[in-house]
């Protein structure tokens, strides 16, 4: 059974930072490449980020590159994204997935991103 937990959300100002995590569970973390997806208010869900599954290649969308970075921990079984000089912007519910399925969306978590 997938499970993907998403944590380390909240608010931030502009130009703070946060770090989430995703606890995954139910298969081979190993094998899959993970991605973080962003949905912001009124908006559609969108990837942001990618690594392979063995973290030795990242890509990004233009909006956050060079301020988010995805990293992964194959045996702690978490992928995380590192959120600096945020953005009002940035302000979403975000979702960790398994690149190349199985399907699997969690909850998200809220960050917002306010003066």
């Known amino acids: 059974q997938v499970k993907l937990v998403e944590s380390g959300g909240g608010r931030a100002q502009p130009g703070g930072s946060l770090t989430l995590s995703c606890a995954a569970s139910g298969f081979t973390f190993s094998a899959h490449g993970m991605n973080w997806y962003r949905r912001p208010p009124g908006k559609t869900r969108t990837l942001i980020a990618h690594i392979n599954s063995a973290g030795t290649s990242t890509t990004y969308d233009e909006s956050v590159k060079g301020r988010f970075t995805i990293s992964r921990d194959n045996t702690k079984y978490i992928v995380s994204l590192q959120m600096n000089n945020l953005k009002p912007e940035d302000t979403a519910v975000y979702y960790c997935?398994?690149?190349?399925?199985?399907?699997?969306w969690g909850q998200g978590i809220q960050v917002v991103v306010s003066s």
């Open positions: 997935n398994i690149h190349r399925g199985p399907d699997y």
